[in-house]
Protein backbone atom coordinates (compact mmCIF):
# COMPACT_ATOMS: atom_id res chain seq x y z
CA UNK A 1 0.00 0.00 0.00
CA UNK A 2 1.40 3.65 -0.71
CA UNK A 3 0.76 5.73 2.15
CA UNK A 4 1.71 9.75 1.74
CA UNK A 5 3.16 10.73 6.08
CA UNK A 6 4.64 13.56 7.04
CA UNK A 7 6.91 12.19 9.53
CA UNK A 8 10.02 14.61 11.39
CA UNK A 9 13.57 13.57 9.64
CA UNK A 10 14.87 12.56 12.91
CA UNK A 11 12.77 10.13 13.65
CA UNK A 12 12.91 8.74 10.62
CA UNK A 13 16.78 9.02 10.77
CA UNK A 14 16.72 7.51 14.21
CA UNK A 15 13.97 4.22 13.03
CA UNK A 16 16.56 3.44 10.19
CA UNK A 17 19.44 3.50 12.42
CA UNK A 18 17.82 1.23 15.00
CA UNK A 19 16.13 -0.84 12.78
CA UNK A 20 19.23 -1.45 10.75
CA UNK A 21 17.92 -1.28 7.47
CA UNK A 22 19.15 0.65 4.27
CA UNK A 23 15.65 2.11 3.03
CA UNK A 24 13.11 4.48 4.85
CA UNK A 25 10.86 1.54 3.60
CA UNK A 26 12.95 -1.26 5.34
CA UNK A 27 12.95 0.58 8.19
CA UNK A 28 9.05 1.49 8.69
CA UNK A 29 7.94 -1.66 7.87
CA UNK A 30 9.75 -3.41 10.65
CA UNK A 31 9.92 -0.89 13.53
CA UNK A 32 6.10 -1.29 12.86
CA UNK A 33 6.23 -4.86 12.79
CA UNK A 34 7.92 -5.16 15.39
CA UNK A 35 5.82 -1.90 17.59
CA UNK A 36 3.17 -4.86 16.70
CA UNK A 37 4.72 -7.80 18.20
CA UNK A 38 5.39 -5.70 20.87
CA UNK A 39 1.97 -4.75 21.81
CA UNK A 40 0.39 -8.48 21.19
CA UNK A 41 3.11 -9.42 24.10
CA UNK A 42 1.75 -6.72 26.29
CA UNK A 43 -1.84 -7.41 25.55
CA UNK A 44 -1.43 -11.03 26.25
CA UNK A 45 0.27 -10.55 29.23
CA UNK A 46 -2.62 -8.45 30.81
CA UNK A 47 -4.50 -11.23 29.41
CA UNK A 48 -2.48 -13.51 32.10
CA UNK A 49 -2.93 -11.32 34.83
CA UNK A 50 -6.45 -10.95 34.98
CA UNK A 51 -6.74 -14.60 34.63
CA UNK A 52 -3.81 -16.52 35.48
CA UNK A 53 -2.44 -19.83 33.91
CA UNK A 54 -3.49 -22.90 36.71
CA UNK A 55 -2.22 -26.31 36.76
CA UNK A 56 -4.32 -29.78 37.61
CA UNK A 57 -4.06 -30.37 41.23
CA UNK A 58 -0.81 -33.20 41.55
CA UNK A 59 1.10 -31.73 38.67
CA UNK A 60 5.06 -31.60 38.37
CA UNK A 61 7.60 -30.70 36.71
CA UNK A 62 8.99 -34.13 37.00
CA UNK A 63 5.90 -36.08 35.84
CA UNK A 64 5.73 -33.90 32.78
CA UNK A 65 10.02 -34.77 32.50
CA UNK A 66 9.10 -38.99 33.23
CA UNK A 67 6.01 -38.88 30.68
CA UNK A 68 8.42 -37.19 27.65
CA UNK A 69 11.55 -39.46 28.88
CA UNK A 70 8.75 -42.94 28.08
CA UNK A 71 7.86 -41.49 24.69
Known amino acids: M ?3 A ?3 DELIKSTQH ?4 KTITAAI ?3 LD ?3 TSKKLALLNQKIQKNPLKFK ?3 SAETVRLANRNR
Not at 18 to 21: D, E, F, N, S
Request: hydrophobic content about 40%; cysteine-free.
Open 6 to 8: IIP
Open 2 to 4: KVT
Open 57 to 59: KGF
Open 29 to 31: IKA
Open 18 to 21: LTKQ
Open 34 to 36: EWG
